[in-house]
């Protein structure tokens, strides 16, 4: 399934982000809980560093030309919408916060809007985006699990 040489986090986490893409995709709300919850209890700073390059990567996969605010305000309402009509718990302030996140436009001064954990708005995102871009979400999540691993192997001068 996942690289044997990755550390059990990395491989936890990319079997967790698979699973709950999966789950989002069948619009399985028991399943994506359930695989959410498994990523909440890995180490978040990893997570969301995993989630947030998914994320850029997918962004530029789906908008080869580059993102204008109309494409940002269609990918935030389709992910919604698309989400909606299954996940009860939906917060679309996190897939807002996540989305500007991961394109390194949200402000660090400016209190959290959401206090719900932003994994699962993460997700959502992905799946839709492996959706839009027809990508096949183990290869971004291979490649995101591998260049992080591979950035903290080298050592600062």
Not at 31 to 44: N, Y
Not at 49 to 75: F, K, N, Q, S, Y
Not at 109 to 122: I, L, V
């Amino acid at each position: 399934m996942w690289p044997n040489d990755w550390p059990s986090s990395a491989a936890a986490i990319a079997t967790s982000v698979d699973v709950a893409v999966t789950a989002a995709h069948a619009a399985d709300e028991p399943g994506f809980v359930a695989a959410t919850a498994d990523l909440a209890e890995l180490p978040a700073d990893q997570v969301m560093a995993v989630l947030a390059a998914i994320v850029r990567e997918l962004l530029e996969t789906a908008h080869p030309d580059g993102l204008t605010g109309d494409d940002v305000r269609a990918v935030l309402e389709a992910v919604v919408r698309r989400a909606a009509g299954w996940h009860s718990s939906l917060d679309a302030t996190a897939v807002v916060s996540v989305l500007t996140g991961a394109l390194g436009i949200d402000d660090p001064d400016e209190p959290e809007t959401s206090r719900t954990n932003p994994q699962p708005a993460a997700v959502l995102l992905i799946e839709y985006l492996a959706d839009l871009s027809k990508t096949p979400p183990r290869q971004p999540i291979q490649r995101a699990i591998n260049e992080i691993a591979r950035a903290e192997t080298v050592e600062m001068p």
